[in-house]
């Protein structure tokens, strides 16, 4: 079965830093894409960006450019979401996920499958 | 606001059909991008519940099932059992965005 393993619950401060993490396995992050997705309450899912493992080749989504980094270390099949300096709307449930069939084409099928179990980011003074 | 739109809840009795809708435009659903939905169980993250229009995976029972037409697409449920009570979220690509695009989701209430 495959699977994806996210890191715990974390509770930080405005302005701190974080780094979570999702986790693999070996064909996993040799042959897919992986992508973050963010689901606060009300607002439904948003995709947040992509990383093909790899080759560590990565793309943001427009809403997210600049606001996160996305890496990944192939050789522990670990791809990694982390905030430089976090804001209190930045508290949602981050899921990690593996994208089917990536490509901008009507041919390609672009779903997420499987998903992580989720990671509750949570940011309050 | 999401890219694809769903009713915010739909709910049914036991056994009765349901019908979940999800309008897209010419960019996503309408330029031919496959339609997929996920099933969310209360306190646990999306799963697979139809891919690429039509097609569910292994496990999922034949009681759902999905269809795509023009800009839009449908996720039924007949046969509603109490264990279907869950969010449901449509998503497909859009081709403007150059990225995954989702419903807002759909409660489904089992009375």
């Known amino acids: 079965e495959v699977q994806l393993v996210q890191s715990g619950p974390e509770v930080k401060k405005p302005g701190e830093s974080l780094k979570i993490s999702c986790k693999g396995s070996?064909?996993?992050?040799?042959?897919?894409?992986i992508a973050w997705v963010r689901h606060m309450p009300g607002r439904g899912l948003e995709w947040m960006g992509i990383?093909?493992?790899?080759?560590?080749?990565?793309r943001y989504s427009p809403s997210f450019q600049g606001q996160v980094t996305i890496s990944a270390d192939k050789s522990i099949s670990t791809a990694y979401l982390q905030w430089s300096s976090l804001r209190a709307s930045d508290s949602a449930i981050y899921y990690c996920?593996?994208?089917?069939?990536?490509?901008?084409?009507?041919?390609?099928?672009?779903?997420?499958?499987?998903w992580g179990q989720g990671s509750l980011v949570t940011v309050s003074s | 606001q999401s890219v694809l739109t769903q009713p915010p809840s739909v709910s049914g009795a036991p056994g009765q059909r349901v019908t979940i809708s999800c309008t897209g435009s010419?960019?996503?659903?309408?330029?031919?991008?496959?339609v997929h939905w996920y099933q969310q169980l209360p306190g646990t993250a999306p799963k697979l519940l139809m891919y690429?229009?039509?097609n569910r995976p292994s496990g999922v029972p034949d009681r759902f099932s999905g269809s795509k037409s023009g800009s839009s697409a449908s996720l039924a449920i007949t046969g509603l059992q109490a264990e279907d009570e869950a969010d449901y979220f449509c998503?497909?690509?859009?081709?403007?965005?150059?990225?995954?695009?989702f419903g807002g989701g759909t409660k489904v209430t089992v009375l």
């Open positions: 996920a593996r994208i089917v069939g990536y490509c901008n084409s009507p041919t390609c099928p672009n779903y997420f499958d499987p």
């Open positions: 010419s960019s996503n659903i309408g330029a031919g991008y496959d």
């Open positions: 990383i093909y493992p790899g080759d560590s080749d990565t």
């Open positions: 070996r064909d996993t992050f040799t042959n897919y894409w």
């Open positions: 998503q497909s690509y859009d081709s403007s965005l150059s990225g995954w695009v």
């Open positions: 690429s229009n039509t």
